[in-house]
């Protein structure tokens, strides 16, 4: 039985899939096992992964019919999975060499912490950016507001027991954000977030990134901020949960009734300073503000016309 489960999705990846293979089977903590699931590949992407699983016994091939998406293909690993911890790993990122033995030994040196990420080197075409992220708990769930700059997805490692306790999978059903989703639903059982302060990944964006190729992806995180809406601000009505969730989107598209209606019910979201879940709320409103206070200047401006 391994101590670490690393879960890693695949697509066509053929020519950026040895890289992070290799990146994991060269870690020098040597206790774990790789989980690879081939997601309907139609390229030479198998054939690859059934190159790493003879060389090393650790690699196990995962295989879906037809292409399901990263949360199908997560969630089928995760149900394979043996270890005490699984990790996440992207099939164009490489893992640098400290990775798992580092984050195994945060995890044990602090049982409280059911998910831990880590700070990453985001590799673009145009150079290399250093990324920094918040470390604590309470920033952290407050930050799920902004379904994004939480986690590097594939530095993260969560306790395996406490998903299976609490009947926790990604979701096969959502095309981007399933990381989201899923950290939400693990905050709503009582999970504990951190982020490392130690760099343990190089997180690579090019134009064959499935976020850069799904449409209306900021539409699809509306919902999810509907739902933490709902769960920091619990006397917000749906509706009024629902206003304010269209408010926090970038650039918005939205009437004036249904910017007066967002910003009606921020201003009530913001005088509830009462924690349900350890969110830090002066985070939250701060996030609040920095969507409302230039939506409230640009209706004031409309008014004075």
């Known amino acids: 039985m391994p101590t670490v489960s690393v879960i890693m999705p695949v697509h066509n990846?053929?020519?950026?899939?040895?890289?992070?293979?290799?990146?994991?089977l060269d870690q020098r903590y040597r206790d774990f096992e790789l989980l690879v699931v081939d997601d309907g590949s139609t390229d030479r992407t198998p054939s690859v992964i059934d190159h790493y699983a003879a060389?090393?016994?650790?690699?196990?091939?995962l295989r879906l019919p037809v292409n399901g998406g990263p949360g199908l293909a997560r969630s089928m690993a995760l149900k394979a999975a043996s270890g005490d911890y699984v990790a996440i790993m992207d099939s164009d990122d490489v893992a640098l060499a400290e990775r798992l033995g580092r984050q195994v030994s945060f995890m044990e040196a602090n049982p409280h912490v059911t998910l831990a990420g880590a700070n990453a080197i985001k590799v673009m075409p145009q150079g290399r950016v250093q990324m920094k992220m918040a470390p604590g708990d309470a920033e952290l769930k407050a930050r799920l507001l902004l379904v994004d700059a939480t986690f590097v997805h594939p530095t993260v490692m969560m306790r395996r027991q406490f998903l299976v306790q609490h009947r926790l999978t990604y979701s096969a059903e959502r095309i981007c954000d399933e990381d989201h989703d899923l950290y939400i639903r693990m905050v709503q059982a009582g999970a504990t977030?951190?982020?490392?302060?130690?760099?343990?990944?190089?997180?690579?964006?090019?134009?064959?990134?499935i976020t850069a190729n799904t449409p209306h992806l900021e539409e699809g995180k509306t919902p999810l901020r509907r739902i933490l809406l709902g769960l920091y601000y619990p006397d917000l009505t749906q509706r009024e949960a629902a206003a304010l969730a269209e408010v926090l989107q970038p650039s918005p598209r939205l009437s004036a009734k249904q910017a007066f209606a967002g910003l009606l019910a921020a201003d009530k979201a913001m005088t509830m300073q009462h924690s349900q879940f350890g969110e830090d709320h002066q985070v939250l409103n701060a996030i609040i503000k920095r969507y409302t206070d230039p939506l409230s200047r640009s209706l004031a401006s409309m008014m004075q016309r």
């Open 13 to 24: 990846r053929e020519t950026r899939l040895p890289g992070a293979v290799e990146s994991i």
């Open 55 to 61: 060389l090393d016994r650790r690699v196990r091939h």
């Open 193 to 209: 977030l951190a982020n490392m302060p130690d760099t343990l990944l190089e997180y690579h964006r090019h134009g064959q990134n």
